[in-house]
């Protein structure tokens, strides 16, 4: 069977020496913590994004480590591959799309890094099962946490806004409050996770990176990281109550779909509403913080290269001013990015972009349904919680084919993950079938 010849490398019993270290500094890597804090704090200028050798160097050498075990891994890389075609082709697209980029050289370069950051998915995928996945993701995001609050005993200048309108809000290690709050709902959801699956001194130190996430989310002041961690929360307990019933497996489909849709839709009534208590406590006006506006001169961009986009990462480019020309109508606002997920991936790889990543995202989501009501273990767990934080954070933020980015590096794994994981649970339904037709009294 596929899966029983996959199962001694995609369940390794034994791991190379510090290849979990190496993927716990990836995360922390990813979640931008010391290369951002660094160059914020010694005034350096310039980052990946910008073209900042250091920067670049340092993720080559990350990227270039997981290539070498994965290359000895191909033929299951390959398995995994196939099974996820879509977004396979999307990252083919997104480095193909230097040839009608608006900024050859830009795309190539930004292209390079999302393909660097889809092979260590890959290897993650491989090497890594989801329980491993989460504690590693729990411990880097936990180390990231307490590296704010150390931060700001030391430098509080640094890790807390001093001016503005965000002034007196938390940033932590990172360059925006909003960056800090995303990554500590993640932080949040898999330190519990990683709390039930672990006992003891380990078992006291996720609790812990769960309070210190948790802090950080409130002293952020990020409403979409706020009203994302109440969400996926809500959801993921409606769930989890819903599979441990009687009959699970029928009505777990309808029950997650439900979930999603009205998260999303809650999510989205909560910022359009004309509630202005509510609003400003959030520190939110009734325009979204001038996000509409934004949101209009994005449309429009795409309206004019509405099939294949603009070539990836380049519309955003403030060196080029795409966005701003496009923008400057509706908003007087250089802005880094769309403030959203399907707007941004619209601008960069078109409509047809647009397409395969929600097409492949309904595929991953039916095998994370078909999980959900077969088994109460990690994979679908894990795979619950991604889905649902990257649904409701890139209604108002960014992270779907976002290069060096940890939630995108997630997507990444519980997409290929998911693929084994659906295997094994079909092999195992196909032996117990057989196994009661041999056992059935004549």
Known sequence: MIAQRMSR????????????????????????????????????????????????????????????????????????????????????????????????????????????????????????????????????????????????????????????????????????????????????????????????LLQRAYLAGAVLCAGLLLLSQSATALVAAIMTGLVWFMVNRIRRSAHAGRHMAVALAVAIVTSSILMAAFFLMENQLLLSLLGRSSDLTQRVPLWNGAMAGISDHPWLGFGYEVFWDRSRGLAYSYISGFLNWDAPHAHNGILQLGTNLGLIGIGIFLYHFVQVSGRTVRLLGHTTEPPADFALIILIITVLINMMEVTIMRDNNLLWLAYIYVALRSSYSMELQAEGRHAASITMTMTKPV
């Open 9 to 200: 490398i995609l369940e390794p019993r034994f791991y190379l020496p510090g290849e979990k270290l190496y993927i716990a500094a990836v995360i922390y890597l990813l979640a931008a913590v010391p290369l951002d804090a660094y160059t914020r704090i010694t005034g350096t200028t310039g980052s990946v994004e910008e073209g900042n050798l250091l920067q670049q160097l340092i993720w080559m050498g990350a990227y270039g480590i997981a290539m070498l075990p994965l290359a000895a891994l191909m033929r299951n890389t390959l398995w995994l591959w196939k099974k996820n075609i879509l977004l396979v082709t999307l990252v083919i697209m997104a480095c193909f799309s230097a040839f009608w980029s608006a900024d050859p050289y830009t795309t190539l370069r930004r292209s390079v890094a999302c393909l660097g950051t889809f092979m260590l998915g890959s290897y993650m995928a491989v090497r890594f099962t989801p329980a491993e996945m989460v504690r590693l993701v729990a411990a880097g995001l936990g180390l990231a946490a307490l590296s704010s609050f150390v931060l700001a005993g030391f430098m509080p200048q640094q890790a807390i806004v001093e001016s503005g309108v965000h002034e007196g809000r938390w940033r932590g290690v990172y360059t925006h409050k909003n960056e800090l709050g995303r990554y500590m709902v993640l932080g949040l959801m898999t330190s519990i996770m990683a709390y039930s699956l672990s006992s003891g």
